[in-house]
Each structure stands twice: as structure tokens, then as C-alpha cells.
């Protein structure tokens, strides 16, 4: 039998994100949480439509899509949907359109990720005020077959490219980690993420089994209940657990998940607004409101509560968000230490 690392390495996969991404040291925001070691891996450098995540599921996901013969990429997401806006620039990259069904607020501006999706010259069609999953997906749906009918091959992509094939991306993670953590390695380490659509999370939970056995994988919902995302974590660790040939499921009890934190989906909280901040000042660390921010959010209370064991070195993984930062400024302008100076008289 094949080693886990040799059937990863057979599954067709497209380089899209520059990688290994970085492991870095965060001394001063783990001596402000009281943590002894916490490490950031800065998976908001991918390199695809300003980094994040989503890069290194759609490394797996493209190649199905090309093998199709599709023309057109169709995808779903919120407003300022990351996975959206990485869609369309892979799309790009691999010269197909992208077509995005969003959902959400009205938008009053075209920033952040919206302006990215502009850029790529994704055509979208937005649901006003209304982002929910199943809608979106309908409306997906519906677009597909109009375009069947008009004679193009479009490729129909779940929210958040989290299907089996996508979160071979985060098995690869977890495997350059492990290589990157060198000898601590060998024993516990903590690794917490931001969970939307629960890819990421499958992949590291898969990744761990693998490759990190000696990990403790946290989730940190932005989306919905923790129990909604244990179930769909563990379908998708089945999925993927498929695809290389290997047996055995993962319980839903396994996967490890906080809701505390979470409030409503794309809404930034106090909360979060205090972990970016702390990141921003004590590191040099962006993170953004809808997902990064309320992750560490998570993290803080976590640590604050002695949920976590603080003697154990800590991963947090950035998964990007950070073009929400620039369509977000309303949320700090409390923060702003701005003294306005007149112009001087001629």
C-alpha cells in the first residue's frame, strides 16, 4: 500500500497559490493571551486574487473542471465572498469566465472583494439582501441550465469550493506544516481555524490523521451552529478520506468547533474588532471582520477561559479576507487617533 503522502501527490491538482506559505512566530500577541508559543501560518499570502485560502481547494477543484471541457465557472458566496473573488481570478488565469450569484446588503459601494470580482470582469447577479445558502445555490442552479440552452459548458461550484476534492488542499496544508514545525512536530500542538463552508476544517482534519497526529484541530464558526458544522465537516473528511483510497470516517463528535463568538455571518462584532486591533498593534497583523477577525476573536476566548492548553504551542491559520478590510472602515472609525489640521491662510 502507498503512503498517504504518495496517493495526495497522485490526485490531479493545478498550481495556482504560492506556496509553502509562511510559518511565523507571533511572540508579542502570545505574551498578551499568556500562550507559550503561537505560530501564524500566513495562508493570506496564496498569491491568487490577494491570497487566502480558497487557493489551494480550487488547485484541486480546476482540475475536474478543465478534464470537463467547462468554458464558465458558476459559483455562489456572500457580498465580499472570498471564494467568489478567487473563483473568478483562477477562472481567469485558466482562461474561463466566472460567473458569480451573490448575496447580501445592498451594495452602496463596489470595494473589497466586490471590486475584485469587477476587476476579474466576473458577471454577477445579486440577491438584494438576501444571502442565503440554499437561494443562492437555486439561483446558481438556474443560471447553469440558461446557459446550457445558450450552448456553454458552465461547471456549477459549491459555496466555498468545499467539496472532497477542494479540501485535498488543506490535507497538502497540514503535511507542509508538519514539515515546517520541524521537530515540534513530534508532539501536541494546537491548530485553530476560521469555519465557514468546512472545508478547511475537513482538510485539517484529514491532514492531522495523517500527517500531525499529535494536533488538536479547533474550528471557530462564522456561519452557522457548531453542530451544523460538525456534520458537514465530517461528510466532507469522507469524501476526501475517498478520494486517496483510505477507509474510516471521522465522528461527528471528533470535530472540534466553538459557536461563542459567532453572531450573524459578514456582520462585523466588538469582539472581533478587539482581536484585529490587538493583532494590528501588537504584531503588524491584518486580519479582517467576517472571518480572520472573529477567529481570533475566538482564540482570545479561548485563552481567556482556559478552554485551550496554553502550554502547548498554537497554529493559527490566517485564511485570508483581508480585501473585506478595505470595504470595512465604517466599523473603526472609533479606533482613528486622527487630528484634522485647517489649511494654512494664503
Partial sequence: ??????????????????????????????????????????????????????????????????????????????????HAA????????????????????????????????????????????????DAMTAEMDRWVEQLRREGRRPYALPIGGSTGAGALGYVRAVRELAAQLGPTAAGPVQVLTAVGSCGTLAGLHLGARLFLPGARVIGISVSRPAGAIARRTAEIVEESARLLGLAGALPESDVECYDDTFESYGVATAAGKEAILACARLEGLLLDPTYTGKAMAGLFDLARRGAIDRSVPTVFLHTGGLPILFASGSAFQDAAALTKIPPRSA
Fill in 1 to 82: 500500500m502507498s503512503a498517504p503522502g504518495e496517493r495526495l501527490d497522485a490526485v490531479p491538482r493545478i498550481e495556482l497559490a504560492a506556496l509553502p506559505t509562511p510559518l511565523q512566530e507571533a511572540r508579542r500577541l502570545a505574551g498578551h493571551l499568556g500562550l507559550s508559543r503561537l505560530l501564524v501560518k500566513r495562508d493570506d499570502t496564496t498569491g491568487l486574487g490577494l491570497g487566502g485560502n480558497k487557493a489551494r481547494k480550487l488547485e484541486y477543484i480546476f482540475p475536474e473542471i478543465l478534464a470537463e471541457g467547462c468554458d464558465v465557472v458558476v459559483t455562489v458566496g456572500g457580498a465580499q465572498s472570498n
Fill in 86 to 133: 478567487m473563483t473568478a481570478a483562477a477562472a481567469r488565469r485558466l482562461g474561463l469566465d466566472a460567473k458569480l450569484v451573490l448575496g447580501g446588503p445592498d451594495l452602496v459601494e463596489v470595494a473589497g472583494n466586490a471590486l475584485l470580482d469587477v476587476l476579474f470582469g466576473a458577471e454577477i447577479r445579486f440577491m438584494v439582501d438576501d444571502d442565503d445558502n
